[in-house]
């Protein structure tokens, strides 16, 4: 492993890509590092900042096929990161909203195993009604809302065109919103907050 350290993110890129486990290694020793302190200046926690790095680098490994060896592959990585870093403030976002909200209506004593039932129970339902959609439709949204991946990123794994990934997409929420059946404040918070 120790020649790897000499070799160019290009070639790390490309060895990667045949899923060499050690060049993969090598990368995560070079970037991890600089993950974290990016995660960390934007989250403030070094649990959260930790996290996030395990995140991108699971991704990175998911992703790996899609890595282009003729660009820059920090791009690619610090573009993953913010994303992750993007998600993970709009997750937490929604917890939080959970909580005060149970917490003016609810009460201490049954804040948090409320707030984590009706969580599950609203996006359970969201995603049992997505199972419904057209099958494209359905799958442009788990690739979405479930993934994580642009619209771009969409069209070129699907073979479609953005305009009709965006299509697709909206017809997907709108068909959910109309079929939502719990029509609570804290569902259609969840809602609002989740997919606009």
Request: proline letters at 1%; aromatic letters at 14%; hydrophobic letters at 40%.
């Amino acid at each position: 492993m120790d020649e790897l350290k000499n070799i160019t993110d290009q070639d790390l890129a490309l060895l990667i890509k045949g899923e060499e486990k050690d060049a993969f290694r090598e990368l995560f020793v070079r970037y991890a590092p600089r993950i974290y302190k990016f995660a960390l200046s934007y989250l403030k926690n070094k649990n959260d900042a930790e996290e996030i790095v395990q995140n991108v680098f699971l991704k990175i490994w998911e992703k790996r096929n899609s890595i282009k060896t003729s660009e820059n592959i920090k791009a690619f990585i610090f573009t993953i990161t913010a994303n992750k870093i993007y998600d993970f403030i709009r997750r937490k976002k929604i917890e939080h909203t959970f909580h005060n909200y149970t917490m003016l209506n609810y009460g201490n004593n049954e804040n948090n195993s409320w707030n984590s039932i009706v969580y599950k129970e609203v996006q359970q339902t969201i995603f049992s009604l997505a199972n419904k959609l057209p099958s494209q439709q359905q799958k442009v949204f788990n690739l979405s809302k479930m993934d994580g991946l642009t619209n771009d990123e969409i069209a070129i794994k699907m073979g479609i065109s953005k305009r009709t990934v965006e299509n697709d997409l909206y017809r997907a929420i709108l068909f959910l919103k109309q079929n939502f059946k719990n029509e609570s404040f804290i569902a259609l918070l969840f809602f609002c907050l989740t997919f606009y």
